[in-house]
């Protein structure tokens, strides 16, 4: 635990004082804004609130259909003075290939939500639901209910995706897929949360089993705070879940900063899983990435990723790289096309594969 805390002090410092290692999803960082200003949930992703829908569709595309007609229909996800709905759908054709085998290529459906949400007592309670289609299977990834003590506090029970690190879209990043909390993995327990001025904070009490059944008293501690401003924000994360089948523990620290047209982000993970017969393991994830905005409607996104799966085990690092256009034509309509190269050890195929996409995107 000493060398835990202690790490996580340096990798702090290294953050807050590198001028370019800084993070956070690149459209909150290039415009200022915290994760609540355009999503319903305090901690981002899922369905957008009233701003979201009009940010995405009057100041994100290339060109907004019916902008200069004041009698067109604007979307802004209000069926009802007290019902809202949303969605995204995302389909892509993906290319992969692996040294030593045969390409692989097919269209897919990545993902496709449905989010409902209930406000009974205006700006009080509010009942929330994102349930995923596709795949064959229905998966219910929240269903939360929320009560506002005031302008400052708030509390919310149910399946909630845990506040750790950056919210970012891509759940295959290393940061992602090592702490394991992401958009696949959300759990059952309750949220207290805290938003006033620069400030974010979280801290959550779950189950610990990624929404399956619980199977021992143990419960896994969340806790996020973030501090933003205009320009850039800083933030950390820590993670102790309780487990009989070995405790763990995660740390992240984060930022993010706007360099004129490019906003950065990164992200230092560290992971530390008990139970090994041998003794613990240790894990480290970082990101680096900048996006540029080359026009109205355009970015280029470039993401460097590092990855130690194992601090017991020389030379078995990973990185991956990614170069991703991101295009929105019109209001509500993404475009992305993109390469990802992996690089881990000459052993393994699948560690040296590349992957290559084209992904249409509708949300609203």
């Excluded at 459906?109 to 209930?118: E, F, G, I, Q, T």
Aim: some cysteine; charged content about 20%.
């Amino acid at each position: 635990m000493r060398l835990s805390r202690l790490l996580v002090v340096v990798l702090l410092l290294l953050v807050v004082c590198a001028p370019k290692a800084f993070a956070e999803p690149y459209i909150a960082v290039k415009e200022g804004y915290k994760c609540v200003t355009c999503h319903v949930s305090p901690s981002g992703g899922g369905m957008r609130n009233v701003f979201g829908n009009v940010y995405a569709r009057s100041l994100l595309p290339s060109h907004t259909i019916g902008a200069k007609n004041p009698k067109a229909f604007v979307w802004t996800g209000e069926m009802l003075k007290y019902l809202k709905v949303g969605g995204n759908v995302r389909g892509s054709e993906r290319r992969t290939s692996i040294p030593g085998r045969e390409d692989k290529s097919g269209w897919d459906l990545d993902r496709a939500s449905l989010y409902v949400a209930l406000e009974p007592v205006k700006g009080k309670l509010l009942l929330y639901a994102d349930q995923e289609f596709g795949q064959g299977d229905h998966f219910n990834r929240e269903a939360w209910v929320r009560w506002n003590f005031n302008q400052s506090f708030y509390a919310r029970a149910g399946r909630i995706f845990l506040p750790f690190g950056l919210r970012i879209e891509d759940d295959t990043a290393f940061i992602r897929q090592i702490p394991g909390i992401n958009f696949t993995t959300p759990d059952k327990g309750i949220e207290f949360g805290y938003e006033n001025g620069p400030w974010s904070a979280q801290l959550a009490v779950s189950n610990g089993t990624a929404g399956g059944p619980e199977l021992d008293s143990g419960k896994q501690i969340s806790l996020f705070a973030v501090y933003v401003k205009p320009r850039w924000r800083v933030g950390g994360s820590l993670n102790f879940n309780n487990s009989d089948a070995g405790d763990r523990e995660l740390y992240a620290v984060f930022a993010g900063v706007r360099t004129g047209p490019i906003a950065w982000l990164a992200e230092i993970d560290f992971v530390v899983d008990m139970g090994f017969p041998d003794g613990r393991r240790s894990q480290l994830a970082t990101m680096l990435e900048g996006n540029w905005q080359l026009r109205k409607g355009l970015n280029l996104k470039l993401t460097l990723e590092h990855l130690d799966p194992d601090d017991t085990v020389e030379e078995n690092q990973q990185n991956r790289s990614s170069a991703v256009f991101e295009f929105f034509p019109v209001q509500f309509t993404q475009l992305r096309l993109g390469i990802r190269y992996y690089d881990g050890i000459p052993q393994s195929p699948v560690q040296n594969r590349t992957e290559s996409f084209l992904q249409l995107h509708i949300y609203f």
